[in-house]
């Protein structure tokens, strides 16, 4: 059975770093397409960033470009984000998603088949 575990969310002041860890079970790892999204109270679900299979590509939502990068490590069936240079408006809580797919490639839309609990990012001086 697939699972997915998120990790890595805190609390942290404006300006800091976090790396948020998604590891996923009963997969194989290098079929499937991973993403990051995240929900702020009140607000509607937003994806965030995105790997493909190989981790050749990737995709970023405007607003955390040149501050965070996502990374996989097949071996390890694990996704990381590494937030950087984090604002109050990164606040959320952040789930890493999946789906099996065909292609290398990777998109923000809400098409995935599997999702996991999340994990809490608070950044508040």
């Known amino acids: 059975q697939l699972q997915l575990v998120e990790s890595g969310g805190g609390l942290v002041q404006p300006g800091g770093s976090l790396r948020l860890s998604c590891s996923a079970s009963?997969?194989?790892?290098?079929?499937?397409?991973v993403a990051w999204f995240r929900q702020a109270p009140g607000k509607e679900r937003e994806g965030v960033s995105c790997?493909?299979?190989?981790?050749?590509?990737?995709n970023y939502v405007d607003s955390v470009k040149g501050r965070f990068t996502i990374s996989r490590d097949n071996a390890e069936n694990t996704v990381y984000l590494q937030m950087n240079s984090l604002k109050p408006e990164d606040t959320a809580l952040y789930f890493c998603?999946?789906?099996?797919?065909?292609?290398?490639?990777?998109?923000?839309?809400?098409?995935?088949?599997?999702w996991g609990k999340g994990t809490q990012v608070t950044v508040s001086s």
């Open positions: 998603a999946t789906t099996m797919t065909l292609f290398d490639k990777c998109d923000l839309t809400n098409n995935y088949a599997s």
């Open positions: 009963g997969l194989t790892s290098g079929l499937y397409v």
């Open positions: 790997i493909s299979r190989s981790g050749g590509r990737t």
